[in-house]
Antibody, heavy 117, light 113 residues
Framework: QVQLQESGPGLVKPSETLSLTCTVS????????WSWIRQPPGKGLEWIGY???????HYNPSLNSRVSISLGTSRNQFSLRLSSVTAADTAMYYC???????????WGQGALVIVSS | DIVMTQSPDSLAVSLGERATINCKSS????????????IAWYQQKPGQPPKLLIY???TRESGVPDRISGSGSGTDFTLTISSLQAEDVAVYYC?????????FGQGTKLEIK
């Protein structure tokens, strides 16, 4: 059972950079794919991207120019950075484990990030 | 990009009755080399993250009750709950993993009538 926990600021100002970290337990990030998925309040799910165990990222094309996902310096963490945020980026941000099929099998509890001045 | 469209947007079913949720992809998600449909279904209860129910369109994840099943091929897929229980109240999402966009449907809210 892979466990994931998001952490980071819950409030970000417009035009600034959103940064979140996911801490993984009961698994090593030396395998598979480590993802970020978001959900605006009352809306559906949007896949943001993943970083694989080699550190190679892959992003949703709609966010590609603003997003960066990377493995952490700690062997059990990975992170998300989203630049130039606007109110439209207000959402619950989930980190998740994606298996080699591309199926998301474990999710964190989510971190609510509000973009507001 | 693949567009995933679910129907209906919301559904109210009586306890013990059948619930059917549909998902249509804008292009086939059947991979000919292995004859598998790259569709997953997730259940999201209020205040919780989504939970994987089904992958390969019809393979139940471990621990998922057998009253929940998936079917379909190509572009048209269905999630069926054969006998609705109170704990099945949730929003259900389909997702394609045929492309590396991993697109979700917009969700279907299932309630008790």
């Amino acid at each position: 059972q892979v466990q994931l926990q998001e952490s980071g600021p819950g409030l970000v100002k417009p035009s600034e950079t959103l940064s979140l970290t996911c801490t993984v337990s009961s698994a090593s990030i030396d395998s598979y794919y480590w993802s970020w998925i978001r959900q605006p309040p009352g809306k559906g799910l949007e896949w943001i991207g993943y970083v694989n165990y080699l550190g190679t990222p892959h992003y949703n094309p709609s966010l590609n120019s603003r997003v960066s996902i990377s493995l952490g310096t700690s062997r059990n963490q990975f992170s998300l950075r989203l630049s130039s945020v606007t109110a439209a980026d207000t959402a619950m941000y989930y980190c998740a484990f994606m298996n080699n099929l591309g199926v998301v099998t474990f999710w964190g509890q989510g971190a609510l990030v509000i973009v507001s001045s | 990009d693949i567009v995933m469209t679910q129907s209906p947007d919301s559904l109210a079913v009586s306890l013990g009755e059948r619930a059917t949720i549909n998902c249509k992809s804008s292009q086939s998600v059947l991979y000919s080399s292995n004859n598998k449909n790259y569709i997953a279904w997730y259940q999201q209860k209020p205040g919780q993250p989504p939970k994987l129910l089904i992958y390969w369109a019809s393979t139940r994840e471990s621990g998922v009750p057998d009253r929940i099943s998936g079917s379909g091929s190509g572009t048209d897929f269905t999630l069926t709950i054969s006998s609705l229980q109170a704990e099945d109240v949730a929003v259900y999402y389909c997702q394609e993993y045929y492309t590396t966009s991993y697109t979700f449907g917009q969700g279907t809210k299932l309630e008790i009538k």
